[in-house]
């Protein structure tokens, strides 16, 4: 019954190894975006996509780095992990965007440790 | 830019007990203001939203008034369970399509 999948629900990586989390939906929903949340702090947009259109929040690093090849499937790459990449990684869906009046559905989150 | 100020947790309750955490906001206009739940080991749900001035949103016992005078939008149940643990957040959407989110506040009740 899970809407929004992510994978693996706890990933370990070394610093400067590249990583990727993923996160699937059986929703159909065109937008997907993924959100980076450290311990104690509010959820932090990273980035969106709408259908194929790619959204940047301006103060994402470029460090982090995404893909959608289809509908179905996002994933979040981290090219160089440091130390101040340890989070929980939530990917959410959203059928049309305008949070206003479609909510979102969220995934388990992916808790990354950089060591 | 818009924010959310949320009270620090955790809050902690006996079972039955009236609960209150407190959520301000600071945008212009009027953002619509929701709260979400997250139980352990799962994602974020939607709680409750409200979209106007006024409105009050409510969902399993959990009642949210949007108060523009306040700027506030505070969450309420008025008797807790055990099962009512959880981290809960407040967010706002305002002309972004984006959510903003406060910090959370955690709340555990006990039998």
């Known amino acids: 019954d899970a809407m929004v999948i992510q994978n693996p629900r706890y990933q370990v990586t070394q610093f400067g190894k590249p990583v990727t989390l993923s996160c699937s939906q059986t929703?159909?929903?065109?937008?997907m975006y993924w959100y980076q949340q450290k311990s104690s702090q509010a959820p932090k947009l990273l980035f969106h996509?709408?259908?194929?259109?790619?959204?940047n929040e301006a103060d994402t690093p470029d460090n982090f780095q995404s893909r959608r090849p289809n509908t179905s499937f996002c994933f979040l790459d981290i090219r160089s992990p440091g130390l101040g990449d340890a989070a929980m990684y939530l990917c959410?869906?959203?059928?049309?965007?305008?949070?206003?009046?479609?909510?979102?559905?969220f995934g388990s989150g992916t808790q990354l440790s950089v060591l | 830019g818009d924010s959310v100020t949320q009270m620090e947790g955790p809050v902690t309750l006996s079972e039955e007990a009236f609960l209150t955490i407190n959520c301000t906001y600071t945008?212009?206009?009027?953002?619509?203001l929701f709260w979400y739940v997250q139980y352990p080991g799962e994602g974020l749900q939607l709680l409750l939203k409200?979209?106007?001035?006024?409105d009050k949103g409510s969902n399993k016992g959990f009642e949210a008034t949007y108060r523009k005078e306040t700027t506030s939008f505070h969450l309420e149940k008025g008797s807790v369970q055990v099962s009512d643990s959880a981290v809960y957040f407040c967010?706002?959407?305002?002309?972004?399509?984006?959510?903003?989110f406060g910090t959370g506040t955690r709340l555990q009740v006990f039998p």
């Open positions: 929703l159909n929903h065109n937008v």
């Open positions: 967010a706002l959407e305002h002309n972004t399509d984006k959510l903003i």
């Open positions: 945008a212009t206009g009027y953002p619509s």
């Open positions: 996509y709408y259908d194929k259109d790619f959204n």
């Open positions: 409200a979209t106007k001035a006024d």
């Open positions: 959410a869906t959203s059928r049309t965007g305008g949070a206003g009046n479609e909510k979102l559905f």
